[in-house]
């Protein structure tokens, strides 16, 4: 099955600043890439499918790029909102797999 | 407005079978697969398997194959997955979500304990 690999475990990022997610994946999964956030307590909320595409209602401030096997998810200025777990879905191979997630917390 | 409502918390006994609905509105359940995804407690998001209300079809993650059935109820707009053989690390939060590949709506999740 296709691994993803998320980095950082942990992002800790002042409000208002730039955040900055990885996702690589072990085979190339085209573009067919999701990104969810999750809060506690929470089920999943998609941010961004096809590697890039916002989902409806998501902020511009999300965006999703990917090049080969690497993905990149960053939020241009994190709000108070936005500290949260966060994880890439791969959807181009059965079985579907998650990564591990990265937490976004406040410096 | 799509909704996905899933059945209450449930607790179970180690070897007994648990399951969980999905009751789906504000869309045709026969145009969208469903997938069912689950999160143990504090660990991450595992895919368990899909399935396809319009012709029954489904999918699994190879460690369930032998311990999931998902269903369907067309008539009710409601899915249907049934986990067996329930150890204590089945224990965990289970999701249904409309698919696209991804899941773009999700149920509010339903808490299995497994436990003697």
């Known amino acids: 099955e296709i691994v993803m690999t998320q980095s950082p475990a942990t992002l800790s990022v002042s409000p208002g600043e730039r955040a900055t997610l990885s996702c690589r994946a072990s085979q190339i999964v085209s573009s067919n890439l999701a990104w969810y956030q999750q809060k506690s307590g929470q089920a999943p909320r998609l941010l961004i499918y096809?590697?890039?595409t916002r989902a409806t209602g998501v902020p511009a401030r999300f965006s999703g790029s990917a090049s080969g096997t690497e993905f990149t998810l960053t939020i241009s200025s994190l709000q108070s909102d936005d500290f949260a777990l966060y994880y890439c879905q791969q959807y181009n191979y059965w079985p579907r797999t998650f990564g591990q997630g990265t937490q976004v917390a406040i410096k | 407005q799509v909704q996905l409502v899933q059945s209450g918390s449930e607790v179970k006994k180690p070897g007994a079978s648990v399951r969980v609905s999905c009751k789906a509105s504000?869309?045709?359940?026969?145009?969208?697969?469903i997938i069912w995804v689950r999160q143990a407690p504090g660990q991450g998001l595992e895919w368990m398997g899909w399935?396809?209300?319009?012709?029954?079809?489904?999918k699994s993650a190879q460690k369930f194959q032998d311990r999931v059935t998902m269903t369907t109820d067309t008539s009710t707009s409601t899915a249907y997955m049934e986990l067996h053989s329930l150890r204590s690390d089945d224990t965990a939060v289970y999701y249904c979500?409309?698919?696209?590949?991804?899941?773009?709506?999700w149920g509010q999740g339903t808490l299995v304990t497994v436990s003697s």
């Open positions: 096809d590697a890039s």
């Open positions: 979500a409309r698919d696209l590949g991804y899941g773009d709506y």
């Open positions: 399935i396809s209300p319009h012709n029954g079809n489904t």
């Open positions: 504000g869309y045709r359940i026969t145009s969208y697969t």
